[in-house]
């Protein structure tokens, strides 16, 4: 026999288990729990015969099951703040950021403003079990947070979190190596960077001490070394704490870290399909007409081969762009010493403050494919549309492109 995996969150289940009277253990729905309640989100307000009453979306039931319930019943003072604080910035937008005074003598909620409270209430929902699910997938230790304070925007619909590249048929990102340096202690004579003919990347504090344009050969799964050599940090994964933001300048969503970073550190890995140059241009084309692009040229020896990470993808996936960035682009070389197929790693280029965004330039060497030149030689047909650029920096360049 064979399964597909049930794409529906476990409340939709429990939802259809209730609306059904039926029961399933797997998903918490017994006999004794058919009739249980808890306030999943609030829809509504509304004042009758001097009490206030809010109508209550019950967890795991179908909104046909609503009700309306006195304020004396409601032990949810966090749902509470969340009703008050929704309807609040909406009359706030709606009076174009005015003062508000808040009147306590309202009776009933207007639709719109209702409208609007369920709306942030699933939004909320949603962001909640996109950040769980995200947390699920990673294979670091940092956590990954999502904020979005901004609009009523939810999770993207098409895409699929993966910790590493995801290569197309036929391309084999892994070439099969089976050795490793002998070190007792690295760095040694014979240690990898050394055997590749390159020197050590990384200092004693293990920040970046190479210029950009080197690559970075770190130890492998075949070397020695133990997991607390000082070459091996970006085969760890982001050490920080990570938030995906939505961004309040059109620029969609971006990503900010939650910890204060220095110099020179690992920040991330950008990751994705990896596809052939000849399928980007094609992909290239379309993406063109959306607005944007995730095609990031591995172009360190040769331009065979591009990632692609617009469907597939970690963090990076919603890294901006900016004239004036705060990482750095390097090309990796870990258990694949093809030229050809190097990891991207991104490295801070100076002291980042908690909260800050994170953004790299996406004309750099072996970024994303944007730059003019890489259209010159293509017919006027295929020439790349030009992309407003909205980074905000002194030095922005007004395109992206």
Known sequence: AWYVPCLASLETLQELCRKENLTCKSIGITNRSLKSYEVEYLCDYKVAEGKAYYLVKWKGWPESSNTWEPRKHLNCPLLLQNFLRDKNEYLSRVREGKALKVRNHVKTLKPAIADYIVKKAKQRIALQRWKEELNRKKNHKAMILVE??????????????INEYKPAPGINVLNGITTGCECADCPAEKCCPKEAGFILAYNKRKKLKIQPGLPIYECNSYCRCGPDCPNRIVQKGTPYSLCIFRTNNGRGWGVKTLQKIKTNSFVMEYVGEVI??????????????????????????SDEFTVDAARYGNVSHFVNHSCDPNLQVFNVFIDNLDLRLPRIALFSTRTIKAGEELTFDYQMKGSIDLTSDSAEGLSPSKKRIRTVCKCGAMCCRGYLN
Do not use: K
């Open 148 to 161: 979005n304070t901004v609009d009523l925007e939810g999770p993207p619909l098409d895409f699929y979190y």
């Open 276 to 301: 052939t140059s000849e399928e980007a241009e094609r992909r290239g084309q379309l993406y063109d007409n959306q607005g944007n692009t995730y095609l990031f040229d591995l172009d360190y020896d």
